[in-house]
């Protein structure tokens, strides 16, 4: 059987999920023999055009050639994984989406005419169709080699849906919001760090964005109890991942509240 | 043939997205660009409203490779702007976790980025066959460095444990006890790859446009000032403006800044000329033995440099592990602070070069203009000085050879065009 061969393509992005691959220094010589690693333009020249056994696609979209390269890219891949905060939820540049792109142009460029920007930020499966997708800001190294032996013996990686919350009762933390009144958004994030954060006396700050069946009304009243209100409320639903839909619908509820 | 043109459209082994196009006619130069076209992402817009004391977290989010240098110079802006010291204790945490984001990301750099180019390979996982025990050795020891950010850090990435004033929790010592020894196994692997790098072959090309970094006088800098260059420049970071002018050009979603109206150079290059005597001797004597006695004044060379300020990272480290009172472990990770009105300036010595910060703060801690000036739009305009130079040289290779080497001049300067798209200066003309 031929190696099965990997694309990793970039968008708006910071270049950290992608990092990730690199940054599993034990795993990546036995990675590139088991794998083909057919496009991966931060790590080779070698660039080779598809057909891709498996896509990993980091960043958001925001310019009309990046939405068209998304297209092509879908076409020419078996399974799309999108990998990190901005693919699968806008990432921090979806801040735009709340503001006027013209405003934010001329204040960045001395010369806006040369700019081609979409007004939005927005993830990869509003685009096209995502077959699995990897969250986080960024994207946790054994997520992502879990993902990568899964496909390799052809079944479904385990990624659990259930919130930071969960992991971090299982880790044995003590809860930073009852012990010290952090600001914590674990009970509606989504799994994946290992509840990072509490582990360092910090509230979680959301960036694999929901977990699935958010209660987010209810989480807004419980961050309003450890004195986070009024606009600080509606930035803490506007972090790394504030495109995500149930985000972004809590952000428009608080703000239709304080109308 | 009176006219060629080299065209790269998406260059590899850099981080984010960027061509080169380089066009002679009768033999000269016709037309040279280094284009950027990473889509921007208007960080230091939408910084604007937010709390001061996310800036660090956020503009972390600029670049995935040097996130510990965004973090530290955010900080060192906002607790100017809040009028924050830091104890030494804490400074020098602050220090040791640099050493491991320059570890990390200058040996990922060295094996990974830009040695395939010295054999003519695509990659490191192809070099990885003829020079196994090599390419081994250095995932090693950036595995090292990483491991210090992850220690101090949290994770790798986007660490989670810096804030303004210093830590969320410091690490606890049976956590310092296992970074020492990984760090130990590590140091011998690093020489090792130091040293093989000093047996290229370095192409020819000597440059002598000024350097800029961070040179303290009294160590060799991660986080401490003033400003220096070899022209004579010494400044605070407070006057950066008064000197460092960016301008947008059509070709390049970054800006390109001028020193006093020249082009001049930061990174390893820049510290290592402007700091050498700060090294300790072992390393300096090091430094020569492969062949990177100060100046160096090649480019090509510069592998030799970030070879040698790994090296001193991975030491430094050491001895600020060595060094660290069971008592600081014990007590406060954080100075306490009120926010305040304000602006702070804030500079720090990423691993590609010095990164500034900006910010102006209201009363309530909002934010309300940020300027941020990345190492590699400081860089853009030598790079592009650099191929020029080369332009000659180029002209007398064959078209694949000349192509390999003027991504592998490009490559020199480590570009993160990622860093570079995402800090664009603001207007006046906006308000």
């Known amino acids: 059987m031929s190696r099965p061969r990997l694309g990793v ?54 310019t009309p050639h990046d939405a068209e390269r998304i297209q092509a890219i879908r076409a020419e891949s078996a399974v799309l994984v999108t990998i990190g905060a901005c693919a699968t939820a806008g990432g921090i540049q979806a801040l735009r989406n709340y503001a006027d792109l013209d405003e934010y142009i001329a204040q960045v460029y001395a010369t806006p005419g040369y700019i081609d920007s979409l007004a939005t930020s927005t993830p990869i499966a509003a685009h096209v169709k995502v077959d699995l997708e990897l969250r986080g800001c960024p994207i946790d190294k054994g997520q992502l080699l879990e993902l990568l032996t899964a496909l390799l013996h052809g079944r479904r990686p385990v990624l659990p849906t259930h919130s930071v919350c969960t992991d971090c009762k299982l880790a044995g933390n003590v809860c930073v919001t009852v012990a010290r009144g952090e600001p914590c958004l674990g009970p509606v994030t989504h799994s994946g760090c290992g509840a990072l954060c509490p582990g360092y006396h910090r509230g979680c700050f959301g960036c694999y964005g929901p977990r699935r069946n958010p209660n987010a009304p209810a989480m807004s009243e419980v961050l309003r109890s450890t004195g986070t209100t009024g606009e600080a409320l509606q930035r803490a639903w506007q972090g790394f991942t504030t495109a995500d839909p149930i985000f972004e619908a809590e952000v428009k509820r608080l703000q239709q509240e304080s109308e | 043939m009176s006219e060629r043109t080299i065209k790269v459209d998406y260059l590899a082994r850099v981080e984010g997205e960027g061509a080169l196009h380089l066009t002679w006619k009768d033999g000269k130069v016709d037309e040279l660009a280094l284009s950027i076209f990473e889509p921007p992402r208007f960080f230091e817009a939408f910084l604007r409203g937010r709390e001061a004391i996310e800036a660090p977290d956020v503009t972390a989010r600029i670049c995935g490779i040097c996130p510990v240098a965004y973090q530290m110079s955010a900080c060192a802006a906002v607790e100017q702007a809040f009028g924050v010291e830091l104890p030494e204790p804490l400074h020098q945490l602050r220090r040791l976790l640099y050493c491991g984001e320059w570890i990390e990301s200058h040996v990922l750099h060295i094996a990974m980025l830009h040695a395939p180019d010295f054999f003519g390979m695509p990659d490191a996982m192809t070099l990885a066959r003829s020079h196994k025990d090599e390419v081994v050795a250095a995932l090693a020891a950036k595995k090292a460095g990483n491991a210090i950010v992850n220690m101090l850090g949290g994770r790798e990435i986007h660490p989670i444990n810096v804030k303004v004033g210093g830590f969320w929790r410091l690490p606890r010592p049976e956590e310092v006890d296992a970074l020492r020894t990984e760090l130990l196994a590590a140091r011998p692997k690093l020489e090792a790859v130091v040293r093989w790098t000093g047996t290229f072959d370095f192409p020819e090309l000597q440059r002598d446009q000024p350097f800029m970094a961070l ?201 993160c065009i990622s860093c570079a798209t995402h800090f664009l200066t603001l207007t006046k003309e906006a308000r």
């Open chain 1, 9 to 62: 393509f970039k968008f708006a992005s910071c270049d950290g999920c992608q990092l990730t691959l690199l940054d599993c220094e034990d795993e990546l010589l036995a990675i590139a023999d088991a794998v083909d690693i057919a496009n991966f333009p931060e790590a080779s020249r070698r660039m080779e055009p598809g057909p891709y056994d498996v896509a990993l696609v980091e960043g958001s979209i925001t």
């Open chain 2, 215 to 415: 040179c303290p006088g009294d160590v060799y800098p991660f986080i401490e000032g003033p400003v220096r260059s070899t022209v004579g420049h010494c400044f605070e970071a407070a006057d950066w403006r008064d000197h460092v002018v960016e301008e947008h050009v059509e070709r390049s979603n970054a800006l390109h800044a001028r020193l006093d109206g020249g082009l001049y150079q930061v990174g390893p290059l820049a510290r290592f000329a402007l700091n050498f005597d700060q090294l300790p001797a072992n390393l300096q004597q090091l430094a020569v033995d492969i062949g990177a006695a100060p100046p160096v004044r090649n480019p090509f060379r510069s592998i030799l440099v970030r070879g040698i300020e790994s090296l001193y990272a991975m030491d430094e480290a050491l001895r600020i592990l060595d060094t660290l009172d069971p008592a600081t472990l014990r007590g406060e990770p954080a100075v306490s602070f009120t926010p305040r009105a304000g602006v702070g300036h804030g500079v720090s010595e990423a691993p590609r070069g010095v990164l500034y910060h900006r910010y102006e703060v209201d009363d309530d801690g909002l934010i309300v203009d940020a300027d941020i000036v990345p190492p590699t739009a400081q860089n853009q305009l030598a790079i592009e000085a650099d191929l020029w130079a080369l332009a000659d040289d180029l002209w007398q290779l064959d078209q694949e050879t000349a192509t390999l080497r003027a991504e592998q001049a490009i490559r020199n300067y480590d570009p």
